[in-house]
Nanobody, 125 residues
């Protein structure tokens, strides 16, 4: 079993900062993409930021320039540095990872999509 455990959420005033962490554990050959998704009250879950194993990143337009995603491959951990927070950023933030499992000596593999349980970020005005 592979698990993702998020931490770092909490209450913060507008303009403040938080750093979210997500650590993957369990049976892992490699992790390709990792990302953060936010789900605001009454809204659908949406991509906030994603990062590949090589370090390429993608951000939602609403957070670009304020949030930074990074990862520590040795620790199987992804981070989201959230600066200049706004009340609109209030959401449950879910960690996501694409876990690769090699199944034969030729290098064939399967991919499992794994989600964390989420961590709540509340930004007050």
């Amino acid at each position: 079993q592979v698990q993702l455990v998020e931490s770092g959420g909490g209450l913060v005033q507008a303009g403040g900062s938080l750093r979210l962490s997500c650590a993957a554990s369990g049976s892992i050959d490699s992790i390709t993409n990792m990302g953060w998704y936010g789900q605001a009250p009454g809204k659908q879950r949406e991509l906030v930021a994603a990062i590949t194993s090589g370090g390429s990143t993608n951000y939602a337009d609403t957070v670009q320039g304020r949030f930074t995603i990074s990862r520590d491959n040795a620790k199987n951990t992804v981070y989201l540095q959230m600066n200049s927070l706004k009340p609109a950023d209030t959401a449950v933030y879910y960690c996501h990872a694409s876990i690769r499992f090699v199944i034969n000596v030729e290098g064939a593999y399967r991919t499992r999509e794994v989600w964390g349980k989420g961590t709540l970020v509340t930004v007050s005005s």
